[in-house]
């Protein structure tokens, strides 16, 4: 069973605007994490923020928030104030603690384009 | 700041041929990953070790085997290349610590072709 589901291949987005990138999971640990990736055309990916399970409040990180909404079991990424640069595939992931080892699931990624 | 490196950008193989990926991290992490990228599939893990010599299986493990000998050196290995093993190969590295906001930190990946 899809343990991430990301159901926008592809987003568009204006300079300047916010844009919500979607992400879904399915667990039944109560102790899990949550990961935002972004992968450049060049190919690394860029660890962007992270939310816990346990976690009161949403997670921030400079332009990046994690709408946190765990009854609905998600994550949706929300950039604001777009930036040419934040054109790139963004990946959800995540960690079911009680599976140790730290593995990471991930999504099938979303593609965002941000024209000026 | 973590460094992760993989040996190579790119890469051209023949089928049949063994070929050897490695990864190497400064950061002294436990933990460390191979995953392959593939379009619309998302990343999908092929092996992991959580100590030197250790390792286990992930998602996709069939036609690969891995070796940990030092703790900052994890390598991919393809037995017998194929042309299905076409793809981007992504390393990672990560800390063993409570119960887990340690993210992976990956290297700048290697584009596999084989012909």
């Known amino acids: 069973a899809q343990k991430i589901t990301q159901t926008q291949p592809g987003m568009f987005v204006q300079e300047k605007e916010a844009v919500t990138l979607d992400c879904t999971y399915d667990?039944?640990?109560?102790?899990?994490?949550l990961f935002w990736y972004k992968q450049p055309s060049s190919g690394e990916m860029i660890f962007l923020i992270y939310q816990g399970s346990y976690d009161q409040q949403n997670a921030t990180e400079g332009r990046y928030s994690l709408n946190f909404q765990k009854a609905r079991k998600s994550a949706n990424l929300v950039i604001s104030a777009s930036q040419l640069g934040d054109s790139a595939m963004y990946f959800c992931a995540m960690r079911e603690v009680d599976t140790g080892f730290q593995k990471l699931v991930f999504g099938t990624g979303t593609r965002l384009l941000v024209s000026p | 700041d973590v460094k992760v490196t993989q040996s190579s950008r790119y890469l051209v193989k023949r089928t049949g041929e063994k070929v050897f990926l490695e990864c190497v991290q400064d950061?002294?992490?436990?933990?460390m990953f191979w995953y392959r990228q593939d379009p619309g599939l998302g990343l999908r893990l092929i092996y992991f070790s959580y100590d030197v010599k250790m390792k286990e299986k992930g998602d996709i493990p069939e036609g690969y085997s891995v070796s940990r000998e030092k703790k900052e050196r994890f390598s991919l290995i393809l037995e017998s290349a194929s042309t299905n093993q076409t793809s981007m190969y992504l390393c990672?590295?990560?800390?063993?610590?409570?119960?887990?906001?340690?993210?992976?930190?990956f290297g700048d990946g290697t584009r596999l072709s084989i012909l």
């Open positions: 950061m002294d992490h436990e933990n």
């Open positions: 990672a590295s990560s800390l063993t610590v409570g119960r887990g906001n340690q993210p992976q930190h």
């Open positions: 667990t039944s640990d109560p102790s899990y994490g």
